[in-house]
């Protein structure tokens, strides 16, 4: 049973992630403030963290970071704040995703889904990663679909790489750009559309509908298994 601690000083919103999380079997530990939740996952390191910014005594990015100086725990952003530069800056600080308030509680259980099963502390990737039709061998780059191989470009390869690499969590666009093109490009966002749409051509079943190369629009792209 994995373990959950939730982080809002919203009774109601508390009490509602609460009753939908052990229905579906998982252990919920809840906690009002910053510094409870530092307290509560230094004592009982959880599984994932359900985390609001807006807290009474510390901001969420404060404590983001506090978790991220001890663990590698999964951390989900519940916010009100819906600005990009927020879910940019959380994501950075060590948020693995950001959802905005309200949100549907399936999107929510899905996203907590998709984190637990990363490998912890952000392992590699899986040995041969499945995108629709088509098995990825990262250590041949090779991918091979229902037709035979399939040729993917180097830049579509190491974009590929580095999402295959975190699994189920969100990569800030800034971060794939600075890693794939360098820093001076973090501004470049349309190269990442272009090449997103280019691999989710060749891999994906329905381009149009993609099921493992998921875009958050003006924050980042997942890979889901």
Do not use: C
Request: a positive charge.
């Amino acid at each position: 049973m994995s373990e959950i601690l939730v982080v809002d000083d919203e009774p109601a919103l508390l009490r509602t992630l609460r009753i939908n999380l052990s229905a579906r079997q998982y252990a919920v530990r809840t906690a009002a403030s910053g510094g409870e939740a530092l307290d509560r996952a230094a004592h009982t390191a959880p599984d994932a963290v359900l985390l609001d910014l807006g807290l009474p005594d510390l901001d969420g990015m404060e404590v983001i970071r506090g978790l991220r100086s001890r663990s590698a725990v999964p951390i989900i952003v519940l916010s009100g704040r819906s600005g990009a530069a927020d879910k940019v800056g959380a994501l950075d600080a060590g948020a693995d995703d950001y959802l905005t308030k309200p949100f549907l509680m399936e999107e929510l259980l899905a996203r907590l889904r998709a984190v637990l099963r990363r490998p912890p502390g952000g392992g590699p990737a899986p040995a041969a990663p499945v995108i629709g039709d088509h098995t990825v061998d990262l250590a041949a780059t090779t991918v091979t679909g229902p037709g035979g191989p399939v040729r993917l470009t180097p830049i579509e390869w190491r974009i590929l790489t580095l999402l295959l690499a975190n699994p189920g969590r969100l990569v800030p666009g800034r971060q794939i750009l600075r890693e794939v093109w360098g820093p001076a490009q973090e501004g470049r966002g349309n190269y990442l559309r272009v090449y997103l749409a280019g691999l989710r051509r060749k891999l994906e079943r329905d381009p149009g509908r993609p099921r493992h190369l998921i875009t958050e629009p003006g924050i980042g792209y997942r890979y889901e298994p």
